[in-house]
C-alpha cells in the first residue's frame, strides 16, 4: 500500500499527490465521441457475425461455455451435497466481506488499516496509487481479489472431484476471475477513468476501432493485438541470420546457415523446432538469436521450417513429420556436407517428434543422429501441466470433429490456449491497454512471434492429444509408428534436456520425470524463467541462472545437490556439445556442396500466414 499523507482534520482524507483528480471532460467532445464509439462497436458487430452469415464460423463457443458449466457444476456440486460444509462455505465469505466492509469504513475515517486482502506482489492490475488511495476503489479491489482467492478454495477443497476435473476447475476459475477484474473495466478502474476524462472519450474510439480490425483478422474471433505487426518483417528485422534454403519438400525446407569462424565441428547440427510456432523463436533478431550464436561457436547449423499446413495436409501424422521432415533433413544434410551423423535439437513437440524418431531409429539400429538436445521437451504427459485441462475424450472429440471439416486445426486456437495459461501477462493487460486506452501496442519482436501463429494437420494433431496427452503412450513402450513399437530405453545416445522453472508448457517436474525415460546418458539441466525466455536467454545478457548435476526423482530433491550457475546455459550446452566431437573442418558454405541454394534463409513457408 502506498504511504498516506498526514491528516490535519481527524476523518477527513487529505489529497494524495500521487493522484492527480481527474480534469472534467468537455461533454459536447464526450458526446460526439460517443456517437463514434456507437458506430465502431457496431463495425465491430458486423466483423462478428459476417462469417456466421456466410457460414464460415469455426464455432465451438457453446461447446467450450458447456464444457465450463458442467466442470464447474461438479465443484459446486460436491459442496452442495453436504449442506454443513455448504454454510461454513457461505460464512467464511460473509465474515470476509464484513471484515472488508469494516476496514473501510475505518479507513474513510482517516485510521490506517492493513489489507485484509493485498495483491500479489508481481500483480500489476493495482499499481496505479489510487487503487489503494481511494477507499472506494480500494473496496473494489479487495473485494475482487477476497472472493477470487475463496472461488479457488473452493476448487482445492471440494470434495470427491477427479484431479482431472479439479484441474481444470482451477483453470476456468482463474479465467473467469481474470476477467472480471474491476481493473478491466472503465467504470472501476481510476485509471481508465481518467484517461477517459482526460480524453473525452477518444481513447475508447481508438479501442474500439481496433477491436474491429482485430475482429475481423481473425475470421470473426478476436485476434488479440499484442505488438505492432507493421513494425516487423520476416527476413528484414526479424529472422535475419544470413543463410541458404537447400532443401524442400511438400512439408518442410531446410535452412543451412553461412559460417562465421575459420573452421567448424565435423559433425553439424539439425533442429527440430515446433510446428506449433514457427522456428525464428531461435532467430528473432541478431542480441537474441540463438542459431547465429551457435554458428558463431563454429556449428554448421541446419534448422526445419516446417509449412505452414492446410487442406493438403490433413493425412500428414507423426509418421509423415518424421519421414518428410526429420529423415529428409538427415538425407539433405549428408548431401550438403557429406557427413552421415549430426547432433540434433528438437524444441518443444519438435522435440517429442525427435524423441519418437529416436526411438524409431534404435529399433531400426539407424545410428545417424549421434547426441541429441531437447529444449523444453516432454516425452512423459503425467505431469504435463496446465494443457491437459484441454484434453479428455470429449474434448479431443469435438477438436477432431472441428478438424475434420477443414483437414486442420485453425492457428488462432492454439495462440489463444497458450495465452490462456498466463491470462493476466498475455490477455488482459492488452484488452485493457489497446481497446480501452485506444493504444497501439510497442513493436516487441516475441509477441509479435506469439501471435504468428500456425495451422494443426488434423491427422499429425489428433495423434499428438492422444498418444501423448490423453494416453501417455511413449514412455509405456505402447506407441506405434510405421508398424514398429518404440521403446524410449533402447535410445543409448547422449542426451541435453534442458528444462525451466517456471514452465507452464513442460514443467520441469514433467521433463525430469522423461530423462528417465531413455536408456543412455542423460545431461538434466534446469534454467531459470520459463519456456520461452529460459531457453532464448543470450549470454551476454546475463540474466536468470541454470543449475546442473543434481540428483533426485523430484525437482526440489534434485536441486537441493545442484549446482547453481549464473547466466545463461548456452555455453555449457556447447561445451557438452564441443567435447563429444572436437574435430573441425574447414566452414562449409551454403550451397556450395551438392545441395544448390534454392533462396536466401529464412526461406518462403515462415512467410505463410494461418
Request: proline content about 7%; hydrophobic content about 40%; glycine content about 8%.
Given at each position: 500500500?502506498?504511504?498516506?499523507?498526514?491528516?490535519?482534520?481527524?476523518?477527513?482524507?487529505?489529497?494524495?499527490?500521487?493522484?492527480?483528480?481527474?480534469?472534467?471532460?468537455?461533454?459536447?467532445?464526450?458526446?460526439?465521441?460517443?456517437?463514434?464509439?456507437?458506430?465502431?462497436?457496431?463495425?465491430?458487430?458486423?466483423?462478428?457475425?459476417?462469417?456466421?452469415?456466410?457460414?464460415?464460423?469455426?464455432?465451438?463457443?457453446?461447446?467450450?461455455?458447456?464444457?465450463?458449466?458442467?466442470?464447474?457444476?461438479?465443484?459446486a456440486e460436491s459442496w452442495m451435497i453436504d449442506p454443513a460444509r455448504s454454510i461454513e462455505a457461505q460464512k467464511t465469505l460473509a465474515?470476509?466481506?464484513?471484515?472488508?466492509?469494516?476496514?473501510?469504513?475505518?479507513?474513510?475515517?482517516?485510521?490506517?488499516?492493513?489489507?485484509?486482502?493485498?495483491?500479489?506482489?508481481?500483480?500489476?492490475?493495482?499499481?496505479?496509487?489510487?487503487?489503494?488511495?481511494?477507499?472506494?476503489?480500494?473496496?473494489?479491489?479487495?473485494?475482487?481479489?477476497?472472493?477470487?482467492?475463496?472461488?479457488?478454495?473452493?476448487?482445492?477443497?471440494?470434495?470427491?472431484?477427479?484431479?482431472?476435473?479439479?484441474?481444470?476447475?482451477?483453470?476456468?476459475?482463474?479465467?473467469?476471475?481474470?476477467?472480471?477484474?474491476?481493473?478491466?473495466?472503465?467504470?472501476?478502474?481510476?485509471?481508465?477513468?481518467?484517461?477517459?476524462?482526460?480524453?473525452?472519450?477518444?481513447?475508447?474510439?481508438?479501442?474500439?476501432?481496433?477491436?474491429?480490425?482485430?475482429?475481423?483478422?481473425?475470421?470473426?474471433?478476436?485476434?488479440?493485438?499484442?505488438?505492432?505487426?507493421?513494425?516487423?518483417?520476416?527476413?528484414?528485422?526479424?529472422?535475419?541470420?544470413?543463410?541458404?534454403?537447400?532443401?524442400?519438400?511438400?512439408?518442410?525446407?531446410?535452412?543451412?546457415?553461412?559460417?562465421?569462424?575459420?573452421?567448424?565441428l565435423k559433425r553439424p547440427l539439425l533442429i527440430v523446432p515446433p510446428w506449433i510456432n514457427k522456428f525464428y523463436i531461435l532467430d528473432l533478431n541478431p542480441e537474441k538469436s540463438?542459431?547465429?550464436?551457435?554458428?558463431?561457436?563454429?556449428?554448421?547449423?541446419?534448422?526445419?521450417?516446417?509449412?505452414?499446413?492446410?487442406?493438403?495436409?490433413?493425412?500428414?501424422?507423426?509418421?509423415?513429420?518424421?519421414?518428410?521432415?526429420?529423415?529428409?533433413?538427415?538425407?539433405?544434410?549428408?548431401?550438403?556436407?557429406?557427413?552421415?551423423?549430426?547432433?540434433?535439437?528438437?524444441?518443444?513437440?519438435?522435440?517429442?517428434?525427435?524423441?519418437?524418431?529416436?526411438?524409431?531409429?534404435?529399433?531400426?539400429?539407424?545410428?545417424?543422429?549421434?547426441?541429441?538436445?531437447?529444449?523444453?521437451?516432454?516425452?512423459?504427459?503425467?505431469?504435463?501441466?496446465?494443457?491437459?485441462?484441454?484434453?479428455?475424450?470429449?474434448?479431443?472429440?469435438?477438436?477432431?470433429?472441428?478438424?475434420?471439416?477443414?483437414?486442420?486445426?485453425?492457428?488462432?486456437?492454439?495462440?489463444?490456449?497458450?495465452?490462456?495459461?498466463?491470462?493476466?501477462?498475455?490477455?488482459?493487460?492488452?484488452?485493457?491497454?489497446?481497446?480501452?486506452?485506444?493504444?497501439?501496442?510497442?513493436?516487441?519482436?516475441?509477441?509479435?512471434?506469439?501471435?504468428?501463429?500456425?495451422?494443426?494437420?488434423?491427422?499429425?494433431?489428433?495423434?499428438?492429444?492422444?498418444?501423448?496427452?490423453?494416453?501417455?503412450?511413449?514412455?509405456?513402450?505402447?506407441?506405434?509408428?510405421?508398424?514398429?513399437?518404440?521403446?524410449?530405453?533402447?535410445?543409448?545416445?547422449?542426451?541435453?534436456?534442458?528444462?525451466?522453472?517456471?514452465?507452464?508448457?513442460?514443467?520441469?517436474?514433467?521433463?525430469?520425470?522423461?530423462?528417465?525415460?531413455?536408456?543412455?546418458?542423460?545431461?538434466?539441466?534446469?534454467?531459470?524463467?520459463?519456456?520461452?525466455?529460459?531457453?532464448?536467454?543470450?549470454?551476454?545478457?546475463?540474466?536468470?541462472?541454470?543449475?546442473?548435476?543434481?540428483?533426485?526423482?523430484?525437482?526440489?530433491?534434485?536441486?537441493?545437490?545442484?549446482?547453481?550457475?549464473?547466466?545463461?546455459?548456452?555455453?555449457?550446452?556447447?561445451?557438452?556439445?564441443?567435447?563429444?566431437?572436437?574435430?573441425?573442418?574447414?566452414?562449409?558454405?551454403?550451397?556450395?556442396?551438392?545441395?544448390?541454394?534454392?533462396?536466401?534463409?529464412?526461406?518462403?513457408?515462415?512467410?505463410?500466414?494461418?
Amino acid at each position: 500500500m502506498a504511504d498516506r499523507p498526514a491528516r490535519e482534520t481527524p476523518g477527513q482524507q487529505a489529497p494524495d499527490p500521487e493522484t492527480p483528480a481527474p480534469d472534467m471532460p468537455d461533454f459536447e467532445r464526450l458526446s460526439q465521441n460517443a456517437s463514434r464509439l456507437v458506430e465502431e462497436a457496431t463495425k465491430a458487430t458486423i466483423a462478428y457475425l459476417k462469417p456466421i452469415q456466410d457460414g464460415q464460423a469455426t464455432g465451438g463457443m457453446a461447446d467450450e461455455v458447456g464444457e465450463i458449466v458442467k466442470t464447474l457444476g461438479h465443484v459446486a456440486e460436491s459442496w452442495m451435497i453436504d449442506p454443513a460444509r455448504s454454510i461454513e462455505a457461505q460464512k467464511t465469505l460473509a465474515t470476509g466481506f464484513i471484515d472488508l466492509w469494516s476496514s473501510t469504513l475505518r479507513k474513510m475515517q482517516g485510521e490506517e488499516v492493513d489489507p485484509v486482502a493485498p495483491p500479489e506482489p508481481r500483480d500489476n492490475r493495482f499499481k496505479d496509487p489510487e487503487w489503494s488511495a481511494n477507499p472506494v476503489f480500494d473496496f473494489l479491489k479487495q473485494a475482487y481479489l477476497f472472493t477470487s482467492r475463496w472461488a479457488e478454495d473452493m476448487v482445492d477443497r471440494a470434495e470427491g472431484v477427479d484431479e482431472h476435473t479439479r484441474q481444470k476447475a482451477r483453470f476456468y476459475v482463474r479465467q473467469i476471475s481474470s476477467a472480471v477484474s474491476p481493473s478491466n473495466f472503465v467504470a472501476t478502474n481510476p485509471e481508465l477513468l481518467r484517461e477517459t476524462f482526460k480524453e473525452n472519450g477518444e481513447n475508447l474510439v481508438r479501442g474500439m476501432a481496433m477491436l474491429a480490425e482485430d475482429i475481423e483478422a481473425g475470421g470473426g474471433e478476436l485476434k488479440l493485438r499484442q505488438s505492432d505487426p507493421s513494425k516487423f518483417e520476416i527476413g528484414r528485422n526479424i529472422a535475419t541470420t544470413p543463410g541458404k534454403v537447400v532443401f524442400r519438400n511438400e512439408l518442410i525446407e531446410l535452412l543451412q546457415y553461412a559460417p562465421t569462424t575459420e573452421s567448424v565441428l565435423k559433425r553439424p547440427l539439425l533442429i527440430v523446432p515446433p510446428w506449433i510456432n514457427k522456428f525464428y523463436i531461435l532467430d528473432l533478431n541478431p542480441e537474441k538469436s540463438f542459431i547465429k550464436w551457435a554458428v558463431d561457436q563454429g556449428l554448421t547449423v541446419f534448422c526445419i521450417s516446417w509449412v505452414n499446413p492446410d487442406e493438403r495436409h490433413a493425412e500428414m501424422g507423426f509418421e509423415e513429420y518424421m519421414r518428410l521432415g526429420i529423415f529428409a533433413a538427415l538425407e539433405a544434410i549428408e548431401k550438403a556436407t557429406g557427413e552421415k551423423s549430426v547432433s540434433a535439437i528438437g524444441y518443444c513437440v519438435g522435440g517429442t517428434l525427435l524423441a519418437v524418431t529416436l526411438a524409431y531409429m534404435a529399433a531400426k539400429k539407424d545410428k545417424r543422429i549421434e547426441s541429441a538436445t531437447f529444449f523444453t521437451t516432454q516425452v512423459d504427459f503425467t505431469h504435463a501441466g496446465d494443457l491437459k485441462v484441454f484434453v479428455d475424450e470429449e474434448q479431443i472429440k469435438a477438436v477432431e470433429e472441428m478438424m475434420q471439416a477443414r483437414g486442420f486445426l485453425p492457428g488462432g486456437r492454439m495462440a489463444k490456449a497458450f495465452n490462456m495459461l498466463r491470462p493476466n501477462d498475455l490477455i488482459w493487460p492488452y484488452v485493457v491497454n489497446v481497446y480501452l486506452k485506444g493504444q497501439a501496442p510497442f513493436p516487441f519482436d516475441l509477441l509479435y512471434w506469439n501471435a504468428d501463429s500456425t495451422r494443426m494437420p488434423a491427422r499429425n494433431h489428433s495423434f499428438y492429444l492422444r498418444n501423448c496427452y490423453l494416453d501417455n503412450r511413449l514412455t509405456q513402450g505402447q506407441m506405434v509408428i510405421d508398424n514398429t513399437q518404440l521403446d524410449l530405453k533402447k535410445v543409448k545416445i547422449p542426451i541435453y534436456n534442458l528444462a525451466t522453472r517456471e514452465d507452464h508448457i513442460a514443467p520441469a517436474r514433467s521433463v525430469l520425470v522423461g530423462s528417465q525415460a531413455f536408456g543412455g546418458p542423460v545431461e538434466y539441466v534446469l534454467a531459470g524463467s520459463g519456456h520461452i525466455a529460459g531457453v532464448v536467454n543470450p549470454p551476454d545478457k546475463k540474466k536468470y541462472q541454470y543449475w546442473t548435476g543434481g540428483a533426485g526423482q523430484d525437482v526440489e530433491t534434485w536441486l537441493k545437490s545442484a549446482t547453481e550457475n549464473p547466466g545463461s546455459w548456452w555455453p555449457h550446452w556447447f561445451a557438452w556439445i564441443e567435447a563429444q566431437a572436437p574435430e573441425r573442418v574447414k566452414p562449409r558454405v551454403p550451397g556450395k556442396g551438392k545441395l544448390k541454394p534454392l533462396g536466401d534463409a529464412p526461406g518462403t513457408y515462415v512467410k505463410i500466414k494461418a
